[in-house]
C-alpha cells in the first residue's frame, strides 16, 4: 500500500489528467463549433450588408445614367409644366384682378352667345 504522500500524488495525477481531459471535450467539443457557428452568422450578417450596400449604389447608379426624372417617368415633365402654368396664371390674377375680371366677363358673355362654341362646358 502506498503512503499518505504517494496516494496525494496520485490523486493529484489523476485529477490533472481528469481535468485535461475536461479542457479538451470543453475547447475541442462546444467552444471551437461554437465559434464557428458564430463566425458564419457574422459571414452570413456581413454578407447581407454588402448586398443592401450593392443595392444602393446600383440605384444610384441608375439614376445617374438616366438623369432627371423627366425624361425617362412618362408624363412626370407634362404634370410640372401644368403645375407651373397654373401657378403662373394664379400669380396673374392676383397682380390683376381687374383685367381677370374682364376677362371673366367676356368668357361668359361669348357662352351666352354661342354655348356650343370651342372652351364652353357642353350639356
Not at 397654373?86 to 392676383?94: R, S
Amino acid at each position: 500500500m502506498p503512503c499518505e504522500a504517494e496516494k496525494k500524488k496520485m490523486h493529484h495525477q489523476t485529477r490533472r489528467v481528469v481535468q485535461t481531459g475536461k479542457l479538451i471535450v470543453l475547447v475541442g467539443w462546444i467552444l471551437v463549433p461554437l465559434l464557428y457557428l458564430l463566425l458564419q452568422q457574422f459571414v452570413a450578417v456581413i454578407g447581407w450588408i454588402a448586398f443592401g450596400i450593392g443595392i444602393v449604389q446600383l440605384l444610384i447608379f441608375t439614376f445617374k445614367c438616366f438623369g432627371n426624372p423627366d425624361r425617362w417617368i412618362p408624363g412626370h415633365a407634362k404634370k410640372k409644366e401644368e403645375e407651373a402654368r397654373h401657378a403662373h396664371f394664379i400669380y396673374h390674377c392676383e397682380r390683376n384682378p381687374e383685367g381677370f375680371a374682364r376677362l371673366r366677363h367676356e368668357n361668359f358673355e361669348r357662352t351666352e352667345k354661342d354655348p356650343y362654341s370651342e372652351g364652353s362646358v357642353s350639356p
